[in-house]
């Protein structure tokens, strides 16, 4: 059997810089996963001369930012113009996945701080955010989460992602597995992939000691750690990826924008890891 070697990508662990590149190529990484640009400035440089400097790193996804609008700009118009403006701005990268939450709470309770008269308008908003970025040949994908500080749990599962995938009926929308939000939510990574099958158009792997830390409030169980820094079964991951045929590179999302001095820890840590536990499943395969 021919090993399989996944292409690889991981965040930058705040702002996308020269350096951050740097540190990302000679880590052994094809791909980089943006965590923020300035979306609140249509005219401040979102990068891309940075990234033309290191050609052999390609811009794979970019996190949009959460919808936090004054209290005069709530409309459902507000909210596709300001997402539209940000993917329009990401497209100056040359991202091909943009991540979206869709917050703690049901449309019909609460959508980041705003009110929505109902499901089918939520729906209609995110069908309008998906045309734009379509235009821009942007996949949208919708990440799952983890429950809010007082155990609502709403978005975290894979089947109710692919029901508001299906229901949005984008052909540019996906989900965005992030395993650490699996995990404390309970679920199981490989599994979960299982579940999405071709609906994973991206991912946010990251490790963490989930359900040890069950009684942490999920926030600061949400470590973000590299592959084999916590508990998470990798290899039945990579089970579920070859299961799924599962095309795209696995990305990482590791460290938080504030902890951008150990992007290099990070970088080399989640690389070396992946390669051995890779190796370790290759070794695995072949006694079966």
Known sequence: MQKRRWPLGINTCGDLTVEALD??????????YIDHLNWDDPEADTGAEVLAARPE????????????PPAAQRSAEDLVAYYSQCLQL????????????CGHRRP????????????????ACLREIALTANQLEIAI????????????????????????VDDVGAPN?????????????????????????????????????????ATQPPGRADLHRPPGIGLIDWPSVMDALVEIDYTGPVVFELGVFWEADSLRTHAETAYRNWRRLEE???MMQALM
Request: proline share 5%.
């Open 90 to 101: 990401a497209s100056t990268c040359g991202v091909k996945n943009a991540t979206f939450h």
């Open 280 to 282: 370790a499943w290759h």
């Open 108 to 123: 019909e309770q609460e959508f980041q701080g705003q009110s929505w008269t109902s499901y089918e308008e939520f729906c």
């Open 141 to 164: 994908n919708v990440e799952n989460l983890w429950p809010d500080a007082v155990g609502v749990a709403t978005w975290c599962f894979p089947e109710e992602l692919v029901q508001l």
């Open 23 to 32: 540190i990302i190529a000679e880590a052994g990484f094809d791909y980089v």
């Open 173 to 213: 929308m996906g989900v965005c597995l992030d395993t650490g939000h699996c995990t404390i939510s309970g679920g199981n990574p490989a599994q979960f992939i299982r579940t999405l099958g071709s609906y994973l158009n991206e991912t946010h792997f990251e490790d963490n000691y989930a359900p040890r830390f």
């Open 57 to 68: 790193i390609k811009p794979h996804g970019v996190h949009l930012p959460d919808y936090n």
